[in-house]
């Protein structure tokens, strides 16, 4: 391997290495080297006066001490964890159409049903989409959902992106069993790119399930670079879900993004819980007449962690729907930073957008800060936005306590609750069942056992939560804007 | 031998506001008290400040039940050891399912009052017995019957979309259910219509009996009609100013609060 790759520290050198490396044809060395150039020349973003800070922290994290790719070992055994984990995968191995795995650099292993292949349903590493299906490679990455000079960390991820996974479904293919990709991190000092370039033709649907995690000891941190695009074609459907369940010596940056031709609907699932650091944006581009999109959005922060999330529903076609729901529990000292925005470009009459974020403080020194952000240039327009942070309510403590609960106890179930509302949307019942026993778990300061967990689910499943009865909206809070043609 | 609940010239105070001022009651197991008196009185205050709500701080005086002094007690070691409170207000909690809490609630306080986790320095909760769901769900439909409560109700969020006559009713399901030996009820009677009030009285009086001590708190005679009381306490400016028997809350029906206002006191703000 050349002497570039083999070091620490990002370098044109090192670009030009790797492009070189993987054998890649003269435009996509010259689109990393534009990348790279804009990298070089673009300043972090730092967030503004006065917020938590955390994106001032990100800036000053040791990139040039990370190895900017790591080859992969040679026999293509998986670590025991890797093995593991993929065993307890979101998705199991009979529920699943697809399987893509990387790990660090490399994608190590693609799987596909033999049905979906002669469907025309192309999977593969973004490495043979470059060779294979070049031109659309060329057309839609880094190009219009997340594009390279979108800010500082995507150029960097343009200019030094590997492994990376590439899903086509042809036009009218419907895929009912989820594809699961699974991206691993298990070296320190390590930054790892994850691209995901999703293209779904018209009418087509697929369910695809991201999973985020990390295998290695130590302090010596490492960097996850992760950028999610999805292209939805007329009438065209995906729900992409995601878990970030990193180590705590992971830092990551993540930009997500789709691109909505008319009728097309993409739903985002997204749970955050690990790494140290996550700087997640994501954003729906309702371009397309009558798209629309829908956020899921659940966080537990606890420790020294730090979260920036930024959503944004840009709303530019006729009657485009949007729905954004947050719900996050902060512990400890941990810091979360929630940036909604909500954007109806001039001309985009009917639409209809809703933005909510609810924040549980858990601790006296934790902080979370929220601003819902609304920008309207058109006049037929139903929107509105609201975020909340408190903490646990005494009164509510108290009711419980008064039935009989200790005061622990009464305190898990209202978190439990207070998440339930936006666990019933998620339709992916592993993941609801993951978050759940993971509430439980940091509820418990980690002492959760198996006969606790078996006893807490019994207790979600003896009768359930009617969706219906739920009230997740609390709008004496809320800020309503409806504006309608006279 | 019955237990006893007793308040022994009870000050308490809100956000150093005195609201108690020396309230003096024995309520015992097998009684029915009815407490009457005008907003702002301080009835809540009382019914909370036994329950153990932190929220309300006590300045002097002594509350017994069964024989030991509570007043440094939790809330819910209180429940376990067969307090209740029926709420004036009660509090709506979205995301959990009327059911679980329920079930939750009846085996904490079949447990007993030995607080769970205290000997447990690892701050775990001590493992507890479980009420199979299948047990716990026929007595629920039991209880449910009795107070003709929709079956849809357990699938519901504490209290949350309740109407105000449903609340009302949910809270004497819960007494029902976790049967304690005394139980104060905060005005369960304002907001329940008049075939409610009926079915909410009818299952009190089920639950009538030796077993059971009441202290309910009402503006109203009607209730008094249908849960007969055996004693009547008035309150004013936080202090118990009358007792007497039934016939009192009739005398008080007639002729209003104004004549037993003691010497003294400021006209209350909000009558
Ligand atoms: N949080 C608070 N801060 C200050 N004063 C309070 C607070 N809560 C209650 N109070 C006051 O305490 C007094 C007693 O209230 P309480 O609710 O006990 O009366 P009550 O007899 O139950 O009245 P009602 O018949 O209207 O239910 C009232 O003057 C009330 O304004
Ligand atoms: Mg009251």
């Known amino acids: 391997m050349t002497e570039a790759l083999a070091t620490t520290g990002f370098s044109r050198e090192a670009v030009i290495a790797l492009s070189r490396r993987k054998g890649e044809p003269e435009w996509m060395l010259q689109k990393r080297l534009q990348a790279w150039e804009i990298y070089e020349q673009t300043p972090a973003p730092l967030g503004r006066r006065g917020d938590l800070g955390t994106l001032q922290r990100l800036a000053r994290f040791h990139f040039q001490e990370l190895y900017p790719y790591l080859p992969a070992d040679g026999n293509g055994a998986l670590p025991a964890p890797i093995e593991e984990g993929l065993r307890d995968a979101l998705v199991g191995a009979s529920e699943r159409s697809g399987l893509v795995l990387q790990r660090n650099s490399s994608v190590v292993r693609v799987e596909l049903s033999e049905e979906l292949r002669s469907r025309g349903v192309i999977l593969t590493d973004l490495d043979t989409a470059v060779r294979e299906h070049g031109d659309l490679v060329q057309r839609y990455f880094m190009t219009q959902a997340v594009p390279l000079a979108t800010d500082k960390y995507t150029a960097l991820h343009a200019a030094f992106w590997s492994g990376g996974i590439f899903l086509y479904i042809p036009s009218g293919v419907e895929i009912e069993e989820p594809i699961l990709a699974q991206i691993w991190l298990d070296a320190p000092a390590a930054a790892a790119f994850a691209h995901t370039l999703i293209i779904a033709d018209e009418l087509s649907s697929a369910r695809y399930v991201e999973e985020y995690a990390s295998a290695f000891e130590g302090e010596q941190p490492s960097l996850l670079s992760a950028v999610v695009e999805v292209f939805t074609k007329n009438g065209a459907r995906i729900e992409y879900t995601s878990l970030q369940d990193l180590g705590r010596n992971v830092w990551s940056v993540m930009h997500k993004n789709s691109i909505h031709e008319a009728d097309s609907s993409v739903s985002w699932v997204m749970a955050d819980l690990g790494s140290r650091l996550t700087f997640s944006n994501i954003g729906s581009n309702l371009i397309g007449n009558g798209s629309a999109t829908e956020l899921v959005g659940v966080f537990f922060s606890d420790q020294d962690q730090r979260f920036v999330i930024k959503s944004l529903s840009n709303h530019v076609g006729l009657s485009t729907n949007a729905e954004t729901l947050v719900h996050g529990a902060l512990a400890d000292e941990s810091r979360v930073e929630f940036d909604g925005m909500i954007r109806v470009q001039p001309g985009a009459q009917q639409t209809a957008s809703f933005l909510s974020e609810h924040n549980l403080l858990l601790s006296k020194h934790c902080r979370a800060e929220a601003i819902p952000g609304l920008e309207i240039g058109a006049n037929e327009v139903s929107a509105s936005h609201g975020a909340t942070t408190g903490q646990v309510d005494e009164e509510q403590l108290f009711y419980l306590m008064a039935r009989g609960l200790p005061r622990d106890e009464a305190e898990r179930i209202i978190v439990q609750g207070f998440f339930e509302p936006v666990l019933q949307r998620i339709t992916l019942d592993s993941l609801r069942t993951r978050l759940r026993r993971n509430i439980v778990r940091r509820m418990r300061g980690g002492h959760e056992s198996e006969a606790d967990w078996i006893e807490a689910q019994e207790r979600w499943e003896i009768e359930g939560v009617d969706e219906g009865a739920v009230s997740f909206d609390r709008p004496s809070e809320e800020e309503e804007i409806r504006l309608l043609p006279e | ?271």
Do not use: C
């Open chain 2, 1 to 271: 031998m019955a237990s006893e609940l007793v308040i022994k010239n009870l000050h308490a105070s809100i956000e150093g506001k005195p609201i108690l001022r020396g309230v003096d009651l024995v309520v015992r197991q097998g009684e029915v008290h009815a407490l009457m008196g005008p907003n702002g009185s301080g009835k809540s205050t009382l019914a909370n400040v036994i329950m153990g709500n932190p929220k309300y701080e006590v300045t002097d005086g002594e509350i017994w039940f069964k024989g030991e002094n509570i007043l440094e007690y939790s809330p819910d070691r209180r429940a376990r050891m067969g307090l209740f409170l029926a709420f004036q207000y009660p509090m709506a909690i979205p995301g959990v399912s009327v059911a679980n809490f329920l079930r939750r609630a009846l085996e904490a306080v079949r447990e007993g009052p030995r607080p769970v986790g205290e000997e447990n320095p690892s701050g775990r909760p001590a493992p507890r017995k479980t009420i199979p769901p299948s047990e716990f769900r026929n007595l629920l439909r039991e209880k449910m019957k009795l107070l003709k409560v929709d079956n849809s109700f357990i699938n519901r969020s504490i209290n949350d979309g309740f109407s105000g006559g449903e609340k009302k009713r949910a809270e004497i399901l819960q007494m029902a259910l976790l049967e304690p030996e005394i139980a104060m009820m905060d005005e369960t009677d304002s907001g329940l219509d008049i075939d409610a009030l009926k079915i909410v009285s009818d299952s009190v009086n089920a639950l009538r009996g030796p077993k059971l001590g009441l202290l309910v708190i009402t503006h109203y005679q009607r209730i008094l009609n249908y849960i007969v009381p055996d004693f009547v306490h008035v309150m004013f400016d936080g202090r118990i100013v009358r007792s007497g028997g039934k016939e009192l809350a009739l005398e008080l029906e007639e002729k209003g609060y104004e004549w037993l206002r003691p010497e003294g006191s400021e006209v209350a703000v909000n009558d």
